[in-house]
Nanobody
Framework: QVQLVESGGGLVQAGGSLRLSCAAS????????MGWFRQAPGKEREFVAA????????DYADSVVGRFSVSRDNAKNTMYLQMNSLKPEDTAVYYC??????????????????WGQGTQVTVSS
């Protein structure tokens, strides 16, 4: 069992920045790729970004390329999402998750287990 706790969400004006963190409870954190997803009101949850277990590979949704950056610190069992140039359409609850299925696309929810409780990001225009 892995417990994940997201933090760093909040209210920010358009064009601003936020840094989300995802802290994992297990020391085997470095064994897994990790991902960020988000869910806006009335919409399905969607992929945002993912990072391989050692950080050598990253993947991003087209909507955040060039604005968001995912990273991880395995010594601290923590993954980060740096969000710059935020837009009102980035408003959502952001979730981190553990990719327990080795094969499969980073962007597919079905390869992830162990989800955090989410952190709210609100971008005002």
């Amino acid at each position: 069992q892995v417990q994940l706790v997201e933090s760093g969400g909040g209210l920010v004006q358009a064009g601003g920045s936020l840094r989300l963190s995802c802290a994992a409870s297990r020391r085997t954190f470095s064994n897994y790729a990790m991902g960020w997803f988000r869910q806006a009101p009335g919409k399905e949850r969607e992929f945002v970004a993912a990072i391989s277990r050692l950080g050598s590979s990253r993947d991003y949704a087209d909507s955040v390329v060039g604005r968001f950056s995912v990273s991880r610190d395995n010594a601290k069992n923590t993954m980060y999402l740096q969000m710059n140039s935020l837009k009102p359409e980035d408003t959502a609850v952001y979730y981190c998750a553990v990719k327990t299925v080795v094969s499969g696309l980073y962007s597919s929810e079905t390869v992830y287990n162990y989800w955090g409780q989410g952190t709210q990001v609100t971008v005002s225009s």
